[in-house]
């Protein structure tokens, strides 16, 4: 019981988009309530919430103005223990998305410190007086562009906010903070969730003599969209006193049974590293949730690295892997060219569900759903205003689920705060909920297949040498060996296998006979028996 978050999979629910109930365009918690059973009835273990809490909304939810309420937009605390109590009667745990790192400039402690330089919330917040010139302290930018510093006319000083300059960073170094964040956990624990995705973990501690970051060392940084990436960012984020903090709230979570944390560990280079350190031992986080695969690459190198990596250096460490989330294009639309859209969908589904560690599935995945082309005048997020059109946000990926093919995908009766496009209602739950080989389909029977199939919860993994585009890799737990060969690309390709296999579980474009195993586009077959003995493909003629 205590475990039971190893080799899970969480399934995320990006409120504002998952079901309206009152009409008015967003989605809200009674609207999840009543869209549990096809959560429970996908086969995973656990329900991840975006951000519900009382909050202006600048940067949909991850800006809170009041942590231990719920924002009217989705409801009421009653409708939050609604849905805890549905969800558990259903088998599933419920974690939900803290932002401890910032709060809402609208947060009444941001207003209190903001007042002047000496009252009792002064320094709640990193505050800096400015360069005998005006400028900021030192060159820190924000992840959504520009300088990490606003002035602040009030206090006649410079605030840090990493994100938006509508989202001020706490001061971690200021124990009261941290007491006061943690008693907020605690509010949430006591009303039942099983855990907390701890957003931006890393970002917590600032380096408390304002060194300012040397340039990114690696020389393949030019001038981006965005120029975050061309910093080493070893001063304003991971600083070793995180860590003290990861501890206070770890033996919080001890007090109680089962509860977890997942913590988004945004690095660069040192991100492995990181997830390693933040993971380690009985007193940190449980899961660190990986970036390393929310990008473009799709090759079997790429996948191997990440595994291998992360266990090589972390060997007692646990990573939380995804492909898809509420802030990065969706994986069936980034992966497109590698193949058929709704078969690389299937295809990645079956690679994700056959890793070692934990795992994050986003809600529409589930069908394939295609990232949705947003125009100007319907940008809602933030960095989509600052870089469009080089970069066009995030709204893309987090436009409605769709549950049928009605006007709007039977979100809602109102108009959706993100429209919902031909493409997406194409790719509907009801159109999919029962036929053979649909993406739908193909995730519940993989996650049926997950679940009852420990090896691939708990084995460890080895990958065998192959040819791009072939990633294939042995889970083995005490004697138990399963091998799961994946077909990164759209030409087929035919493997020989030695000794004795048979297909196990849920394949796709996958014919095994006798010594061959032949692998469509796009194909991939788990094989019990084979224990790596795979040998070097030969294309088909
Ligand atoms: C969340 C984003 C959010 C940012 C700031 C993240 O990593 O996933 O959606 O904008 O933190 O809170």
């Given at each position: 019981m205590s475990e039971w978050w190893r080799g899970s999979v969480t399934y995320q629910v990006y409120p504002r988009s998952f079901q309206d109930s009152d009409g008015d365009g967003i989605g809200d918690l009674p609207g999840i309530t009543a869209r549990l059973d096809h959560i429970a009835a996908l086969g995973v273990d656990a329900v991840w919430l975006s951000p519900v809490f009382t909050s202006p909304q600048a940067d949909m939810g991850y800006d809170v103005s009041e942590y231990t309420d719920i924002d009217p937009l989705f409801g009421t605390l009653a409708?939050?223990?609604?849905?805890?109590?549905?969800?558990h009667e259903l088998g599933l745990k419920v974690i939900i998305d803290q932002v401890l790192s910032h709060s809402s400039a609208e947060h009444p402690f941001f207003r209190e410190s903001r007042a002047s330089q000496d009252n009792r919330r002064a320094d709640w917040y990193v505050?800096?007086?400015?360069?005998?010139?005006?400028?900021?302290?030192?060159?820190?930018?924000?992840?959504?562009?520009?300088s990490a510093w606003e002035w602040s006319s009030h206090r006649r000083q410079y605030y840090l906010h990493n994100f938006l300059a509508s989202q001020p960073d706490f001061n971690f170094h200021c124990?009261?903070?941290q007491d006061w964040l943690l008693d907020t956990m605690r509010f949430w624990l006591d009303r039942g969730v099983d855990g907390f995705r701890l957003d931006t973990v890393n970002y917590y501690f600032h380096d408390k003599h304002l060194r300012s970051n040397p340039p990114e060392p690696r020389n393949d940084v030019q001038p981006a969209v965005n120029p975050y990436?061309?910093?080493?960012?070893?001063?304003?984020k991971t600083q070793p006193e995180n860590i003290g903090f990861l501890v206070r709230m770890r033996l919080l979570l001890d007090e109680y049974d089962g509860r977890v944390m997942v913590g988004e560990v945004g690095e660069g280079r040192r991100a492995v590293q990181v997830m390693a350190e933040y993971t380690t031992g009985p007193d940190r986080l449980h899961m660190a949730y990986s970036f390393a695969m929310l990008g473009p690459q799709f090759t079997a190198a790429h996948f191997r690295k990440s595994i291998e990596g992360f266990f090589a250096d972390a060997p007692d460490g646990w990573p939380c892997w995804a492909f898809s989330n509420h802030d990065v294009i969706r994986h069936a639309s980034r992966w497109a060219e590698h193949g058929n859209p709704d078969d690389v969908a299937r295809l990645a589904a079956a690679l994700l569900l056959a890793l070692e560690g934990s795992v994050c599935l986003y809600q529409g995945e589930e069908v394939g759903q295609l990232e949705t082309a947003i125009e100007y005048h319907e940008l809602t997020d933030p960095p989509g205003f600052k870089f469009w059109p080089d970069y066009k946000g995030r709204?893309?990926?987090?436009?409605?689920?769709?549950?049928?093919?009605s006007a709007e995908g039977g979100f809602t009766t109102g108009r959706p705060w993100l429209p919902v496009k031909a493409p997406q209602l194409a790719r509907n739950v009801?159109?999919?909920a029962g036929v053979a080989g649909?993406?739908?389909?193909?995730?519940?029977?993989?996650?049926?297949f997950r679940r009852s199939t420990p090896v691939m919860q708990t084995g460890r993994t080895r990958f065998c040498d192959l040819p791009e585009p072939v990633l294939a890799f042995v889970r083995d737990a005490e004697g138990a060996t399963l091998t799961c060969v994946f077909n990164l690309g759209a030409a087929p390709l035919v493997l020989a296998v030695e000794g004795v296999a048979s297909l196990a579980g849920p394949s796709q474009a996958a014919v095994l006979t006798g010594d061959n195993l032949s692998l469509g586009a796009n194909g991939w077959a788990y094989l019990a028996g084979a224990a790596g003995l795979l040998s070097v493909p030969t294309r088909h003629a």
């Open positions: 409708d939050f223990d609604v849905m805890v109590a549905r969800a505050w800096a007086d400015p360069n005998p010139d005006g400028t900021p302290p030192n060159n820190w930018v924000s992840v959504f562009g520009g124990v009261a903070v990436d061309m910093q080493d960012h070893l001063y304003s709204d893309g990926c987090r436009t409605p689920m769709i549950w049928d093919d009801a159109g999919q649909s993406v739908l389909e193909t995730y519940r029977a993989l996650l049926a």
